[in-house]
C-alpha cells in the first residue's frame, strides 16, 4: 500500500465529486430566474474535477469529463452561439431570447433559450478552465 495515499480523502472526493456536480446542475437550472448560472456552475464543476485530480491525478479527473476539455469548450461555443438563432429566425436581433411553454395548465414545461444560453457558457468555461487546471496540475507533479 502507498503510504501516501489517503483512503479516507479518496473516499470523501469520491463523494463530494458527485455533489459538486449536482450543484453546478442545480446553479445551472435556476441560474436564468436567480443568481447563478451556466459561468457559477462551471466554476463549480471546475472545482470538482480539481479536486478530483489532486486526489486521483490529472489523467483520472480528465477522463471523468464528458468530453476533453477542447471539445467541451467548442461544444459550449456552440450551444452559446444557436441559442441566439430562434432569434434570427424570427426577424429578430441576435440572441433575443425566447420564452414559451410545452404543454398546458399545471403541467407546461417553460422553455427558454437562455437556458440553452447558459448551458453552453458553462460547458464552455468547465472546459476551458478545467482543462487549465488539468495541464497545471499535471505540470506541478
Not at 64 to 71: N, S, V
Not at 96 to 117: C, I, Q, R
Request: hydrophobic content about 60%; proline content about 4%.
Amino acid at each position: 500500500m502507498n503510504p501516501d495515499r489517503s483512503i479516507v480523502l479518496e473516499n470523501a472526493v469520491s463523494t463530494l465529486y458527485w455533489i459538486m456536480l449536482a450543484a453546478a446542475l442545480w446553479l445551472l437550472l435556476r441560474g436564468h430566474n436567480a443568481p447563478g448560472g451556466g459561468f457559477v456552475a462551471a466554476l463549480v464543476a471546475v472545482a470538482a474535477s480539481a479536486a478530483h485530480a489532486l486526489v486521483f491525478g490529472s489523467a483520472a479527473a480528465r477522463a471523468r469529463l464528458p468530453l476533453a476539455p477542447l471539445g467541451l469548450s467548442a461544444l459550449g461555443l456552440a450551444l452559446a452561439a444557436a441559442s441566439g438563432l430562434p432569434a434570427l429566425a424570427l426577424g429578430q436581433d441576435f440572441l433575443t431570447h425566447w420564452w414559451g411553454e410545452l404543454g398546458a395548465g399545471d403541467l407546461a414545461l417553460k422553455l427558454s433559450t437562455v437556458l440553452l444560453f447558459d448551458l453552453g457558457v458553462a460547458l464552455c468555461v468547465w472546459g476551458a478552465l478545467g482543462g487549465f487546471c488539468l495541464r497545471l496540475l499535471e505540470n506541478l507533479r
